[in-house]
């Protein structure tokens, strides 16, 4: 056989290895299912969910959808202190946002939110109220907001 011939069958079989391995690490990639979904309905008949635990989880989520009436009003609350600390600018309610919800107690909400001025860092960080220690993972921090009466 010829040198080119060679040659050929030589890039053909580093074509082939190439393309195996190629296949190989897409395999590896494919997501793997580590559980299954169900609907609360599925849950409950199955026996996984209480009453209890679906009772805890409806209040969980009707106080949150709840809470959605006060969003609008959060909000404005955060863009008018804002504007009185920087009289200089003119926050808006939509410059501020809820990112997380983590429940009303009594007539307090308790959120976490971002706005368009403030640059959070990623650094973590303990904080402590009444002896009782938080973990944030950002340079954020929870606010309680409370309607007045």
């Given at each position: 056989?010829?040198?080119?011939?060679?040659?050929?069958?030589?890039?053909?079989?580093?074509?082939l290895g190439m393309l195996c391995m190629l296949a190989g690490i897409l395999a590896g990639c494919a997501p793997e299912a580590s559980g299954d979904f169900?609907?609360?309905q599925e849950a409950y008949?199955?026996?996984y969910l209480t009453k209890e635990e679906i009772m805890s989880i409806a209040h969980s989520q009707n106080a949150a959808g709840a809470e959605r009436g006060n969003v609008k009003k959060i909000r404005s609350t955060a863009a008018h202190g804002y504007n009185e600390r920087f009289p200089d600018q003119n926050a808006a309610a939509?410059?501020?946002?809820?990112?997380?919800?983590c429940g009303t107690y009594g007539d307090c909400v308790v959120v976490m939110m971002t706005d368009i001025y403030s640059n959070y860092t990623d650094a973590?960080?303990?904080?402590?109220?009444?002896?009782?220690?938080?973990?944030?993972?950002n340079g954020n921090s929870l606010s309680i907001w409370k309607e007045w009466e």
């Amino acid at each position: 056989m010829s040198k080119l011939t060679d040659k050929i069958k030589l890039s053909g079989g580093i074509l082939l290895g190439m393309l195996c391995m190629l296949a190989g690490i897409l395999a590896g990639c494919a997501p793997e299912a580590s559980g299954d979904f169900y609907s609360l309905q599925e849950a409950y008949e199955a026996g996984y969910l209480t009453k209890e635990e679906i009772m805890s989880i409806a209040h969980s989520q009707n106080a949150a959808g709840a809470e959605r009436g006060n969003v609008k009003k959060i909000r404005s609350t955060a863009a008018h202190g804002y504007n009185e600390r920087f009289p200089d600018q003119n926050a808006a309610a939509d410059d501020f946002s809820i990112n997380k919800y983590c429940g009303t107690y009594g007539d307090c909400v308790v959120v976490m939110m971002t706005d368009i001025y403030s640059n959070y860092t990623d650094a973590e960080w303990f904080g402590e109220v009444a002896g009782v220690r938080f973990y944030y993972n950002n340079g954020n921090s929870l606010s309680i907001w409370k309607e007045w009466e």
